[in-house]
């Protein structure tokens, strides 16, 4: 079942951050429409991926996705199973791209939350999410997509993969209450 995180929600924080905290990364594969034009990973410091962010980790397979309930939007992670391709999709091995190169087959250090309140009165819901891989690399999991121009824009039903820190730390939507970098605290510790 995929269910939004949403800050008020402590115990599912702790189950995630023990599932991901200390956990390597071994593999990760992007989810896209048929027809989205990704045939491979891009080589940039930002990807755009349609659909889901699938993660193999020592601790077992996460995957990030974009959710909605009712005006309450935002990201998704859960822990997933490999399942029968769905019609209409394709699945792109992202991990050999060269920002993965520096994240895959490190251990997840610490997970940072970017929180957000999509509509008035909405809860704060997880719009982003920053990994630490060892003591310097970072990737960051978020809503959205590029513009004409390659800068991040919110879109709430796209995910974009940022692996630049000055890029992540300018991108703050309208409803965030930090920038997509995370800088609330960590899982587990918050």
């Known amino acids: 079942m995929i269910m939004l995180i949403l800050k008020e929600d402590a115990s599912k924080h702790s189950v995630m951050a023990a599932g991901m905290i200390g956990a390597m990364v071994q593999a990760v594969r992007y989810q896209q429409t048929e027809f989205g034009g990704l045939a491979a990973a891009p080589s940039g410091a930002a990807h755009e991926v349609d659909l889901d962010v699938f993660m193999d980790l020592s601790t077992g ?3 990030w996705t974009w959710e909605r309930d009712d005006l309450v ?3 998704a992670v859960n822990p997933a199973q490999e399942g029968p ?3 209409g999709v394709v699945t792109i091995p992202a991990g050999d791209s060269d920002p ?3 994240v895959v087959g490190g251990q997840i250090t610490s997970l940072h939350a970017g929180w957000q309140v999509s509509e008035s009165g909405c809860p704060e819901s997880l719009w982003a999410m920053r990994l630490t ?3 310097s690399a970072n990737v960051v999991i978020a809503l959205g997509e590029l513009d004409a121009q390659g800068r991040p824009t919110y879109h ?3 995910i974009l993969v940022l692996f630049d820190e000055q890029m992540a730390r300018s991108y703050k939507p309208s ?3 930090t920038s997509a970098w995370g800088d609330m605290g960590t899982f587990g510790n918050q």
């Open 61 to 63: 397979l996460v995957e």
């Open 73 to 75: 939007e935002g990201l």
């Open 85 to 87: 391709p769905q019609e």
């Open 100 to 102: 993965w190169r520096a």
């Open 133 to 135: 891989i060892g003591h």
């Open 156 to 158: 709430p039903d796209s």
């Open 175 to 177: 409803g965030a209450i």
